[in-house]
């Protein structure tokens, strides 16, 4: 083989490498910007979650407030009951069996 064969195979050589280089750095580009739109894109969709949740966070801190306030009503009206039906005792002096039955009842 020739100095001149050696000199045109190594610079083929060289062409190759640098083809693949630039191959590698534009598959590498193309990856980077692949990953940043999956992240852009899962980002966006825990942000619709997100505002699902709270949303829906608002709406059980709602029931909630309305469920105590429903129970606070219910003991108001049982207790109501309970007094107008004398099962409390109007004198305070006495504790009679029908309170001691009511105020176990109510806890």
């Keep these: 083989m020739t100095v001149a064969q050696i000199i045109v195979r190594q610079q083929t050589e060289l062409e190759n490498a640098n083809l693949s280089i ?3 750095s534009e ?5 980077q910007f692949d990953i940043l739109g999956w992240s852009k ?6 942000r619709k979650q997100n505002a699902l949740l709270e949303v829906k966070l608002v709406d059980c801190q709602q029931q909630i ?5 429903n129970i606070q009503v219910l003991n108001i009206t049982v207790l109501s009951y309970l007094y ?10 006495k504790m009679n069996t029908k309170r001691i039955m ?3 009842y109510l806890r």
Aim: charge should be positive.
């Design 27 to 31: 598959d590498f580009t193309r990856s």
């Design 102 to 104: 009511a105020l176990t």
């Design 41 to 46: 894109k899962s980002v966006d969709e825990l």
């Design 84 to 93: 107008n039906n004398s099962l409390f005792s109007r004198d305070s002096s």
């Design 65 to 69: 407030r309305n469920f105590s306030y």
């Design 22 to 24: 630039k191959k590698i």
